[in-house]
């Protein structure tokens, strides 16, 4: 009797350990959100060729959901921003802010584009932060800007 209690008892600890599913026990229930978020920093062009752009911004953590999603509003037109670019992030719960980056495809060369940014979470949920409308300007064909990381400033002596 006693054998045939130990082979189950290895048997099940074997098995267990042969079909567990480690990513199911890496899943952690949402964080509370976030009462407040700001931006801390940007947004801000990170680069741009003459076809597509790429805003960076920073904000406090949101918390809630760990899948994000920055979108910038943007047009040619300050009163106009209708069209919109998406960039999924994930959070870092662990992280006390969240950097955000947005790639803005189909743009035309020398042109002048107005912008604002916000985030939301998977379930389409605000963060409750917004910029101010920003601009940028793409460059000539063949062209780029880079802007991040930030140059040091050139000492004079």
């Not at 680069?47 to 959901?65: K, M, Q, S, Y």
């Not at 670019?85 to 790639?103: D, M, Q, Y």
């Not at 409308?133 to 000492?155: D, H, L």
């Amino acid at each position: 009797m006693n054998r045939l209690l130990v082979k189950l008892a290895i048997t099940v600890a074997v098995g267990s350990l042969l079909f567990s599913n480690p990513t199911a026990a890496q899943i952690l229930p949402p964080q509370k959100r976030a009462e407040h978020v700001e931006i801390t920093q940007g947004p801000a062009l990170e680069l741009a060729h003459d076809d597509l752009a790429i805003v960076r911004w920073t904000t406090t953590n949101p918390r809630g959901l760990d899948e994000h999603f920055g979108i910038v509003h943007y047009g040619t037109d300050p009163k106009d921003l209708s069209q919109k670019a998406k960039g999924h992030i994930r959070l870092n719960r662990a992280h006390p802010e969240t950097i955000f980056r947005v790639r803005m495809d189909g743009l035309k060369p020398q042109t002048t584009y107005y912008y604002k940014v916000t985030s939301i979470d998977s379930a389409g949920q605000s963060d409750g932060v917004e910029s101010p409308v920003n601009k940028f300007t793409t460059p000539a064909p063949g062209q780029r800007i880079v802007v991040y990381p930030p140059q040091p400033v050139p000492q004079s002596n």
